[in-house]
């Protein structure tokens, strides 16, 4: 259980009579609620308060049944269908307009200090925060809701409402004030209910996630008179004093619990992506399987591309340049050189760690044919207007990616210098700082902006195999990039990039075995 689904555990409990024990020496809150009627029969005469529109009582019958008496009328009916939950003995059901009253007014000189209240100054949670602007009282007590002091007020407004903008507004300059007209405020009569229960009922879940709305998408308003009728379980005055004292005792080890468990969560985040890249390491440096005998070599591997290369060059789908092979070796000194042609270089440098005897290190420009993207004219709409998958830095995933924010046509593929890469090329992020590296495979053909360079399949290899060994040199790509703000590497880079190559067969065990280990990281993770 998170944090907050603890909160609203804990004002649910409360609301519903299950936080603190029942007393039966307290008042009821039948009696409580007679009193209310009092006080506001009082202010109504004297004029400092309105009438409702359509008072009731609700009661429990002798046949256990709930039933509502409108008092202007005599019209009685029954409400069995809108009680929500039980109630404990000594609680009464009521609806809200009948314990408060709503959207009052306030009296004061135009000259005096009053706190003025926008929106953002209010504090969203389970507390009751906010700061204010003084203004004087003529220039705001019109355009704006108003309020004084020891008026409970919330967001009626998305998703402001949701997240619980609501307080108890105390200590305000000479007692007034004014704010957003997306407030709601509520004003008891006299000192007939606990201030802080009722903001505490205004924060449960029953208050919030049973509200309806009305309105364009960005601008939603709780429907009119949810608030008037909704109803309202109304504990004995001692318990809700008792009710609130617990929810406060309790909410601050709530607190301690959230930070423990966000400083939980970072860690156990921060556990599984140094495991995830230890796996991957160990996966890249041939410790994640054994090695077999019966495997071959890589050295044997190579040559069957070397030899694939050729046959394509015989049937015109190569150029000769792509025929340009390089040998990475280890010497008698124990250093690696690197072959091309005559030429042989030490790269000895280059190379991170130590490999198995069967493995070879190679460059991927001798395993794959590689190409960059491009963009369309934005100038022509129609070249937007197609059903062709366009690959852009954010559309990455993990793994395997089968959808893009954009498509292109046909004609937008033909009139750019975009390429459609069949299913299984291999994606490399070479834009975007810390995207730079990122990588993919695509599980049907698409295309990509400039942004991404593409690893034509090769089948010879395992296509997850590589992906893997490139997203493990996801650091050294981004090492090598390159400009200002926004940082990039080119497709000569990502060619020139080392790789660890095993035989065929250990490829196809380690990525068995890879996608075994990180199946169960993510289980544990959940």
């Not at 700082?433 to 993919?440: E, L």
């Given at each position: 259980?998170?944090?907050?689904?603890?909160?609203?555990?804990?004002?649910?409990?409360?609301?519903?009579?299950?936080?603190?024990?029942?007393?039966?020496?307290?008042?009821?809150?039948?009696?409580?609620?007679?009193?209310?009627?009092?006080?506001?029969?009082?202010?109504?005469k004297e004029k400092k308060a309105k009438r409702e529109k359509n008072p009731s009582i609700i009661y429990r019958g002798e046949d256990n049944s709930y039933y509502e008496e409108f008092t202007a009328t005599g019209e009685v009916k029954c409400i069995d269908d809108e009680i929500p939950f039980d109630l404990p003995d000594g609680w009464a059901w009521t609806r809200l307009e009948s314990l408060f009253q709503i959207s009052p007014k306030v009296h004061a000189d135009d000259h005096l200090s009053a706190a003025f209240i926008p929106m953002e100054a209010i504090t969203a949670g389970y507390g009751s925060e906010y700061r204010f602007y003084e203004r004087v009282w003529g220039s705001i007590k019109s355009g704006y809701t108003v309020f004084s002091d020891n008026d409970i007020a919330f967001a009626k407004i998305t998703p402001c409402f949701q997240n619980r903008k609501s307080v108890i507004f105390e200590g305000l300059p000479n007692g007034i004030g004014a704010g957003t007209t997306e407030l709601k405020v509520l004003r008891t009569y006299g000192e007939t209910m606990i201030r802080r229960?009722?903001?505490?009922?205004?924060?449960?879940?029953?208050?919030?996630?049973?509200?309806?709305?009305?309105?364009?998408?960005?601008?939603?308003?709780?429907?009119?008179?949810?608030?008037?009728?909704?109803?309202?379980?109304?504990?004995?005055?001692?318990?809700?004093?008792?009710?609130?004292?617990?929810?406060?005792?309790?909410?601050?080890?709530?607190?301690?619990?959230?930070?423990?468990?966000?400083?939980?969560?970072?860690?156990?985040?921060?556990?599984?992506?140094?495991?995830?890249?230890?796996?991957?390491?160990?996966?890249?440096?041939?410790?994640?399987?054994?090695?077999?005998?019966?495997?071959?070599?890589?050295?044997?591997?190579?040559?069957?591309?070397?030899?694939?290369?050729?046959?394509?060059?015989?049937?015109?789908?190569?150029?000769?340049?792509?025929?340009?092979?390089?040998?990475?070796?280890?010497?008698?000194?124990?250093?690696?050189?690197?072959?091309?042609?005559?030429?042989?270089?030490?790269?000895?440098?280059?190379?991170?760690?130590?490999?198995?005897?069967?493995?070879?290190?190679?460059?991927?420009?001798?395993?794959?044919?590689?190409?960059?993207?491009?963009?369309?004219?934005?100038?022509?709409?129609?070249?937007?207007?197609?059903?062709?998958?366009?690959?852009?830095?954010?559309?990455?995933?993990?793994?395997?990616?089968?959808?893009?924010?954009?498509?292109?046509?046909?004609?937008?593929?033909?009139?750019?210098?975009?390429?459609?890469?069949?299913?299984?090329?291999?994606?490399?992020?070479?834009?975007?700082?810390?995207?730079?590296?990122?990588?993919?495979?695509?599980?049907?053909?698409?295309?990509?902006?400039?942004?991404?360079?593409?690893?034509?399949?090769?089948?010879?290899?395992?296509?997850?195999?590589?992906?893997?060994?490139?997203?493990?040199?996801?650091?050294?790509?981004?090492?090598?990039?390159?400009?200002?703000?926004?940082?990039?590497?080119?497709?000569?880079?990502?060619?020139?990039?080392?790789?660890?190559?095993?035989?065929?067969?250990?490829?196809?065990?380690?990525?068995?075995?890879?996608?075994?280990?990180?199946?169960?990281?993510?289980?544990?993770?959940?």
């Amino acid at each position: 259980m998170t944090a907050d689904q603890l909160r609203k555990s804990i004002l649910q409990q409360a609301i519903q009579g299950k936080l603190v024990p029942q007393d039966p020496n307290d008042e009821p809150a039948s009696v409580l609620l007679e009193r209310i009627r009092e006080e506001k029969a009082r202010l109504i005469k004297e004029k400092k308060a309105k009438r409702e529109k359509n008072p009731s009582i609700i009661y429990r019958g002798e046949d256990n049944s709930y039933y509502e008496e409108f008092t202007a009328t005599g019209e009685v009916k029954c409400i069995d269908d809108e009680i929500p939950f039980d109630l404990p003995d000594g609680w009464a059901w009521t609806r809200l307009e009948s314990l408060f009253q709503i959207s009052p007014k306030v009296h004061a000189d135009d000259h005096l200090s009053a706190a003025f209240i926008p929106m953002e100054a209010i504090t969203a949670g389970y507390g009751s925060e906010y700061r204010f602007y003084e203004r004087v009282w003529g220039s705001i007590k019109s355009g704006y809701t108003v309020f004084s002091d020891n008026d409970i007020a919330f967001a009626k407004i998305t998703p402001c409402f949701q997240n619980r903008k609501s307080v108890i507004f105390e200590g305000l300059p000479n007692g007034i004030g004014a704010g957003t007209t997306e407030l709601k405020v509520l004003r008891t009569y006299g000192e007939t209910m606990i201030r802080r229960f009722a903001l505490y009922f205004l924060k449960s879940p029953y208050f919030i996630e049973e509200a309806s709305f009305k309105g364009t998408a960005n601008q939603q308003r709780i429907l009119v008179g949810y608030l008037e009728s909704k109803l309202f379980p109304l504990p004995p005055l001692a318990e809700q004093e008792r009710i609130v004292a617990k929810i406060e005792e309790l909410m601050p080890w709530v607190e301690q619990y959230g930070k423990a468990q966000s400083e939980l969560e970072q860690l156990n985040n921060s556990l599984q992506g140094r495991l995830r890249k230890s796996i991957l390491q160990y996966a890249i440096e041939g410790k994640l399987v054994p090695q077999q005998a019966e495997d071959g070599s890589a050295e044997e591997l190579l040559a069957e591309i070397q030899a694939e290369k050729q046959r394509l060059y015989a049937a015109g789908k190569l150029k000769k340049k792509d025929l340009a092979h390089s040998t990475i070796f280890r010497a008698e000194d124990g250093m690696y050189y690197e072959q091309v042609g005559k030429t042989i270089t030490c790269i000895n440098e280059e190379i991170p760690f130590a490999i198995p005897e069967s493995w070879r290190w190679v460059r991927i420009k001798m395993l794959y044919q590689t190409s960059s993207g491009g963009t369309p004219d934005r100038g022509h709409p129609e070249y937007y207007a197609g059903g062709i998958p366009w690959v852009k830095v954010g559309d990455l995933t993990d793994v395997e990616i089968s959808t893009t924010e954009e498509t292109i046509s046909s004609r937008g593929l033909d009139s750019s210098s975009a390429k459609l890469f069949p299913q299984g090329t291999i994606l490399i992020a070479m834009y975007c700082n810390d995207a730079i590296g990122k990588s993919c495979i695509i599980s049907k053909p698409m295309t990509t902006n400039q942004a991404i360079c593409g690893l034509y399949p090769n089948k010879l290899l395992c296509t997850r195999y590589i992906y893997y060994a490139v997203l493990a040199n996801k650091t050294a790509l981004q090492e090598q990039s390159a400009g200002g703000a926004q940082k990039n590497i080119n497709q000569k880079i990502i060619n020139e990039l080392l790789l660890p190559l095993p035989p065929l067969a250990e490829q196809q065990r380690i990525v068995s075995k890879l996608e075994e280990v990180i199946s169960v990281l993510n289980r544990l993770g959940q």
